[in-house]
């Protein structure tokens, strides 16, 4: 079975954005601390691109930028982070289209990101604009929630892994290939490609507890379930839950790993 299209990463994530909102883990507060130590986000001009429910949107927002534009394509989406911003944050400007077709000053940012977004673009073509959307100098960061650890894989992750099979896998994860986020040697050869200098990685490891409707819940926000047929999807969800009850005693410790990606455009 083919694989989902990129295309179908601006659409797989709208349709109930409370639920993603509640289901998807915060990132681990290391990311936003190694951003704070290269890149100036304080009074910074920023660009999100996949801002979605606004998971990293609200944490780098708390470091003041003097303007963050989030980039996203679902109007669904849009519409929602819009709502949750209300008068809060006067500096956040949210712009409801893909990036490709975004419009966006060239050299007219200090600092842009994605989190968990970016594998759904075309690698040269996307960080070529990013590239070009920021001033000389200015750092881009690019990091991801993968939810199973493929170095250090749990025991749930290792009793599931085969009922995902016959699903149209994401970009994210191709079977028999490395991760996208954990493909070091590709991202950094992309950052390199497009321009950027003194790329940074860091790779942060975590576990966390989750019960059978926190595990059920965090599925269905899978592109690759989001897009199945419906009774399939289903029989997935009950049978995650299922596993975790009957088999796990009722909690499962999920490894995941968060890979993060920082690069400078050179001058400045």
């Not at 956040?92 to 990036?99: F, K, R, T, Y």
């Not at 399939?232 to 009722?250: C, W």
């Amino acid at each position: 079975m083919s694989g989902l299209p990129l295309q179908a990463g601006r659409t797989a994530f709208g349709g109930n954005p409370d639920s993603y909102e509640a289901a998807r883990p915060p990132y681990p507060d290391a990311v936003y601390a190694a951003l704070r130590e290269r890149c100036v986000i304080d009074g910074s001009r920023v660009f999100e691109i996949g801002a979605g429910t606004g998971k990293a949107t609200f944490p780098i927002l708390v470091d003041r930028p003097a303007r963050l534009t989030a980039i996203e394509p679902d109007p669904r989406l849009a519409t929602h982070l819009g709502n949750l911003a209300d008068r809060n944050w006067p500096m956040l400007e949210i712009v409801a289209h893909p990036w490709e077709d975004a419009v966006l000053p060239d050299n007219g940012y200090d600092f842009g990101f994605a989190a968990t977004a970016f594998h759904w673009l075309p690698q040269a073509q996307a960080l070529r604009k990013v590239f070009q959307t920021l001033r000389s100098g200015g750092w881009w960061a690019a990091w991801w929630n993968v939810f199973g650890d493929p170095d250090t894989p749990d025991a749930f992750h290792q009793r599931v892994a085969p009922l995902f099979r016959g699903l149209r896998n994401s970009p994210a994860w191709e079977p028999g290939r490395r991760p996208f986020a954990l493909d070091i040697d590709a991202r950094v050869a992309d950052l390199k490609l497009a321009g950027f200098e003194q790329p940074v990685v860091d790779i942060l490891r975590w576990t966390i507890s989750m019960d059978a409707g926190q595990v059920r819940a965090l599925a269905a926000t899978f592109s690759e379930v989001v897009n199945a047929e419906a009774p399939a999807r289903q029989k997935l969800l009950n049978a995650l839950a299922s596993a975790v009850d009957d088999e796990f005693g009722g909690r499962v410790d999920r490894n995941f790993v968060t890979p993060l990606y920082m690069a400078r455009r050179p001058g400045g």
